[in-house]
């Protein structure tokens, strides 16, 4: 995305400097979305002995964490003369997953998933991590406007669906899209659908999992969209306004984890009643935040279905019964739902809920801070260091570096001297 998260960083770097009592490095990924190793860079400028001597935070708390992606990552650095000199030497620093500079065996990974793998991998792997619902903190600045604006409903349709990228994670859109086709539901939704994602045309598309692959001719059915997938942390009113339903389609659907993003409080946001396209068991994470869903009205049943095939396909069935109600129905139940969005609009917009996401972020790097603090070592960089210094090469180049962004010979003995306190 290209919309500025710095001063979420900002906050939580406070946050942690006021738990821990000292400065801690928060690297975070610039521009936000990238998954580029050279795009995760610090907040603030630091010189190698502060990157080194700093506890570090390294947020991947936007995308979905990927163990495997960064363990066989290649990182491309340009003019970095020193990391040029370790790939000669044929040293490289120890494995970390996430390659930063700091002397301590355990990094800090602050993230916003639940029931993962990677999530186990990483906790298995050198790094003490950190939960949060970062999304929810980002909605708040984003979705702000939305507390002061007046919807003023005019349906013209039931359904309101937003059909972007579907690249990666989010290929089931295709099919759902499919779906809508031969459930006759197109008429009573108000979408459209990119044709071409990340310069590939959909029907040219290799799919991961073969069963999203559409059978219709797509083009047919929806008109193209073109509009940025960052458009996910907007709204737009007219939308609400001419549509009753807004169905949600949500980053991670063909996975066991619980990742919301933005998607999922924009229409709450909006005060807007909705279907969650998301990872099974995803409506209970939202309760568990204080907001109500509509089981009782519709059919929620779907969310608890493991298969995301089946789950996918309990949706439109879902959308199809709500095509199908009488004009008394439909006025019933959705003067139900309504109720329960304008909860969840007033609940979203508390204090109640703002201090329910700091207090789980301040909670969570507390205990992060304290584990860090009683299992702190510096057994592997001490290690690679004292390989390093076997090389002639190395320590000419302690002697006569001058910059302080790698290492001179006064931050390197500095930092030695420090790690050297923290051997087992």
């Given at each position: 995305?290209?919309?500025?998260?710095?001063?979420?960083?900002?906050?939580?770097?406070?946050?942690?400097?006021?738990?821990?009592?000292?400065?801690?490095?928060?690297?975070?990924?610039?521009?936000?979305?990238?998954?580029?190793?050279?795009?995760?860079?610090?907040?603030?400028?630091?010189?190698?002995?502060?990157?080194?001597?700093?506890?570090?935070?390294?947020?991947?708390?936007?995308?979905?964490?990927?163990?495997?992606?960064?363990?066989?990552?290649?990182?491309?650095?340009?003019?970095?003369?020193?990391?040029?000199?370790?790939?000669?030497?044929?040293?490289?620093?120890?494995?970390?997953?996430?390659?930063?500079?700091?002397?301590?065996?355990?990094?800090?990974?602050?993230?916003?998933?639940?029931?993962?793998?990677?999530?186990?991998?990483?906790?298995?792997?050198?790094?003490?991590?950190?939960?949060?619902?970062?999304?929810?903190?980002?909605?708040?600045?984003?979705?702000?406007?939305?507390?002061?604006?007046?919807?003023?409903?005019?349906?013209?349709?039931?359904?309101?669906?937003?059909?972007?990228?579907?690249?990666?994670?989010?290929?089931?859109?295709?099919?759902?899209?499919?779906?809508?086709?031969?459930?006759?539901?197109?008429?009573?939704?108000?979408?459209?659908?990119?044709?071409?994602?990340?310069?590939?045309?959909?029907?040219?598309?290799?799919?991961?999992?073969?069963?999203?692959?559409?059978?219709?001719?797509?083009?047919?059915?929806?008109?193209?969209?073109?509009?940025?997938?960052?458009?996910?942390?907007?709204?737009?009113?007219?939308?609400?306004?001419?549509?009753?339903?807004?169905?949600?389609?949500?980053?991670?659907?063909?996975?066991?984890?619980?990742?919301?993003?933005?998607?999922?409080?924009?229409?709450i946001a909006c005060g807007q009643p909705f279907i969650l396209a998301a990872t099974h068991g995803s409506l209970e994470y939202l309760r568990s935040y204080g907001f109500k869903t509509f089981d009782g009205i519709i059919n929620e049943n779907y969310d608890q279905i493991e298969d995301p095939v089946e789950r996918l396909h309990a949706i439109t069935v879902l959308m199809t019964q709500i095509a199908n109600w009488t004009v008394k129905e439909k006025h019933h139940k959705i003067t139900q739902m309504q109720r329960i969005a304008d909860y969840n609009r007033r609940h979203f917009f508390s204090n109640k809920f703002f201090n329910q996401i700091e207090t789980e972020l301040k909670t969570n790097l507390l205990l992060a801070f304290t584990e860090f603090e009683n299992t702190k070592t510096c057994n592997q960089w001490i290690t690679h260091w004292e390989k390093l210094l076997l090389n002639q090469?190395?320590?000419?180049?302690?002697?006569?570096?001058?910059?302080?962004?790698?290492?001179?010979?006064?931050?390197?003995?500095?930092?030695?001297?420090?790690?050297?306190?923290?051997?087992?």
């Amino acid at each position: 995305m290209s919309i500025p998260l710095n001063r979420l960083y900002y906050y939580i770097e406070n946050i942690s400097k006021q738990i821990y009592g000292d400065p801690i490095v928060i690297y975070r990924f610039d521009p936000n979305g990238s998954k580029k190793l050279e795009d995760l860079t610090q907040l603030r400028y630091y010189t190698w002995s502060d990157l080194t001597l700093l506890p570090t935070l390294i947020c991947n708390d936007q995308e979905p964490l990927d163990f495997n992606f960064y363990k066989n990552y290649q990182s491309i650095y340009s003019n970095n003369t020193f990391v040029d000199l370790l790939k000669t030497l044929d040293i490289m620093s120890p494995e970390k997953n996430f390659k930063t500079y700091e002397i301590f065996d355990k990094s800090l990974v602050v993230h916003s998933e639940k029931r993962s793998r990677n999530l186990k991998k990483y906790q298995q792997n050198q790094h003490i991590t950190i939960y949060y619902w970062s999304h929810a903190l980002l909605a708040l600045d984003w979705f702000r406007y939305a507390k002061h604006t007046l919807i003023q409903k005019n349906p013209k349709k039931m359904f309101l669906i937003y059909n972007r990228a579907w690249s990666g994670t989010r290929e089931y859109r295709l099919k759902f899209a499919d779906q809508l086709v031969d459930n006759d539901l197109v008429m009573h939704c108000q979408t459209s659908l990119s044709f071409i994602d990340q310069n590939t045309y959909y029907k040219n598309h290799k799919f991961f999992n073969s069963d999203w692959q559409p059978m219709n001719q797509l083009e047919n059915y929806f008109n193209n969209n073109t509009t940025a997938s960052t458009s996910s942390a907007d709204f737009c009113i007219e939308d609400y306004e001419n549509t009753e339903i807004e169905i949600v389609l949500e980053t991670l659907f063909d996975d066991d984890r619980l990742h919301l993003t933005e998607k999922s409080l924009r229409p709450i946001a909006c005060g807007q009643p909705f279907i969650l396209a998301a990872t099974h068991g995803s409506l209970e994470y939202l309760r568990s935040y204080g907001f109500k869903t509509f089981d009782g009205i519709i059919n929620e049943n779907y969310d608890q279905i493991e298969d995301p095939v089946e789950r996918l396909h309990a949706i439109t069935v879902l959308m199809t019964q709500i095509a199908n109600w009488t004009v008394k129905e439909k006025h019933h139940k959705i003067t139900q739902m309504q109720r329960i969005a304008d909860y969840n609009r007033r609940h979203f917009f508390s204090n109640k809920f703002f201090n329910q996401i700091e207090t789980e972020l301040k909670t969570n790097l507390l205990l992060a801070f304290t584990e860090f603090e009683n299992t702190k070592t510096c057994n592997q960089w001490i290690t690679h260091w004292e390989k390093l210094l076997l090389n002639q090469a190395m320590t000419d180049f302690l002697e006569t570096n001058q910059n302080q962004d790698y290492p001179t010979k006064s931050q390197f003995e500095l930092v030695y001297k420090e790690a050297k306190k923290y051997i087992k």
